[in-house]
């Protein structure tokens, strides 16, 4: 498969669908041609094509909210593209995270199921911040600073601390010592320099995997 098999418009243009790698929130819907989608595949950000403006434009050139690309995938007719990618900032252009920021209808008992693993993904940037720019006196600016075997004899430690809430079936002591090992474990796979997007594909993968066998 490579570029020229895929159905751009009359326009030249394929429909991309952005989407969070980590959370798999649709980000944003814009254009490409030929010519940005071989720049995306060269440099592995976005730049898309203005339909206002009619030229390329580099997303994040100028706001610094880039996006980088970790997987490109397209339809079965070969007209549409889903871009995953790891955004540096706000995808809209009004500040916002997502430019699907309205609703038209709205289940709440699935947004509110949703939203709330949207922590994973916000833990996750504040624990790679602070890994950048390590602020004196914060808990995570201190394992960072001891280095890796700190980081994974805590990791051991709540691992332990979940194994024996569970073992006495005590789910109030069990839900914090959870919530303690995801938290160690975020921070050491940003210091193994891992993407927990890389572990969420993993899981997808095997998932799908999973379904095939059914």
Request: charged share 35%; with cysteine.
């Amino acid at each position: 498969m490579n570029i020229d098999d895929l159905k751009f418009d009359e326009k030249g243009l394929i429909p991309t669908i952005v989407q969070d790698a980590g959370t798999f929130e649709v980000l944003t819907l814009a254009y490409m041609n030929k010519e940005s989608l071989e720049k995306s595949l060269e440099t592995g950000e976005t730049w898309f094509f203005s339909r206002s403006r009619q030229e390329l434009w580099h997303k994040g050139e100028t706001s610094g909210n880039t996006q980088r690309i970790t997987d490109i995938k397209f339809d079965c007719d070969k007209d549409a593209l889903v871009v995953l990618v790891v955004p540096s900032g706000p995808a809209c252009h009004l500040g916002t995270k997502s430019c699907f920021d309205e609703r038209l209808y709205d289940d709440a008992r699935e947004t509110s199921t949703l939203a709330e693993y949207q922590i994973l993904h916000s833990l996750q940037r504040v624990i790679k911040e602070r890994e950048k720019e390590r602020p004196q006196g914060a808990y995570t600016t201190y394992l960072f600073e001891k280095g890796v075997d700190k980081i994974l004899k805590k990791v051991g430690e709540e691992a332990s601390e979940v194994i024996i809430a569970a073992k006495n079936r005590d789910t109030e002591e069990l839900k914090w010592e959870a919530a303690d090992l995801l938290y160690h474990l975020l921070v050491l796979l940003e210091e193994q320099k891992l993407p927990f997007s890389d572990v969420l594909k993993v899981l997808n993968k095997r998932h799908q995997s999973h379904d095939t066998k059914k």
